[in-house]
């Protein structure tokens, strides 16, 4: 079956980076394109962007084109989210969702929790 | 960007109630609307795609309609494990973005 798997919760300092996530399985992962969505606390849903998962190339949402960098080790059916210098506003769970050209978003990973406190 | 508006944003129903979730987009999005469902603690759960097509395993008391601007979800007889918080979301055009939620609880 199709699963979205994402690494575990981080807890992070103002200023560090952290890396989570993403091992797809039980389908092709590149034949669907790994999009990156954020859920702040007790907020809705804001997509970041998405990495093309034949090429590599990311294509980032305006809020994130600063720190985020999206990557992929294609061996392993694994996409990567890095985010650099962490602030207070990072503090959010983040998931995983491929892109069906039929259904969009169609699974998900189960999310990971970053909290960035001092 | 296209903002999507959802109304209402809290909903009380009870058990065999007919509900109805409303989504306003701020442009036409050409029927690319998404509905999810997502429960705390949960990665949301696709329910409809392209306004009107129910996903695979979804029960057949969801429904979607709209068209342009306006889009609806509706539960046609509400059951205890429906409630949870629905977001409609567009992928007519970048940025992709989401409506603010609907949470849906059960009286």
């Known amino acids: 079956q199709i699963q979205l798997v994402q690494s575990g919760p981080e807890l992070k300092k103002p200023g560090e980076s952290v890396k989570i996530s993403c091992k797809a399985s039980?389908?092709?992962?590149?034949?669907?394109?790994m999009n990156w969505v954020k859920q702040a606390p007790g907020n809705g849903l804001k997509w970041m962007g998405w990495?093309?998962?034949?090429?590599?190339?990311?294509t980032y949402a305006d809020d994130f084109k600063q720190r985020f960098v999206f990557s992929l080790e294609t061996s392993a059916s694994t996409a990567y989210l890095q985010i650099n210098n962490l602030n207070i506003e990072d503090t959010a769970t983040y998931f995983c969702?491929?892109?069906?050209?039929?259904?969009?978003?169609?699974?998900w990973g189960q999310g990971v929790m970053v909290t960035v406190s001092s | 960007d296209i903002q999507m508006t959802q109304s209402p944003s809290l909903l009380s129903a009870s058990v065999g109630d007919r509900v109805t979730i409303n989504c306003k987009a701020s442009?036409?999005?050409?029927?690319?609307l998404n509905w999810y469902q997502q429960k705390l603690g949960e990665a949301p759960k696709l329910l409809i795609y392209n306004t009107n097509n129910l996903q695979t395993g979804i029960p057949s008391r969801f429904s979607g309609s709209g068209s342009g601007t306006d889009y609806t979800l509706t539960i046609s007889s509400l059951q205890p494990e429906d409630f949870g918080t629905y977001f409609c979301?567009?992928?007519?055009?970048?940025?992709?973005?989401f409506g603010s939620g609907t949470k849906l609880e059960i009286k």
């Open positions: 039980g389908y092709t992962f590149t034949d669907y394109a």
């Open positions: 442009q036409n999005i050409n029927k690319y």
């Open positions: 979301f567009q992928h007519n055009s970048w940025p992709l973005t």
């Open positions: 969702t491929r892109w069906d050209t039929t259904a969009p978003f169609d699974y």
């Open positions: 990495i093309n998962t034949q090429t590599g190339k990311p």
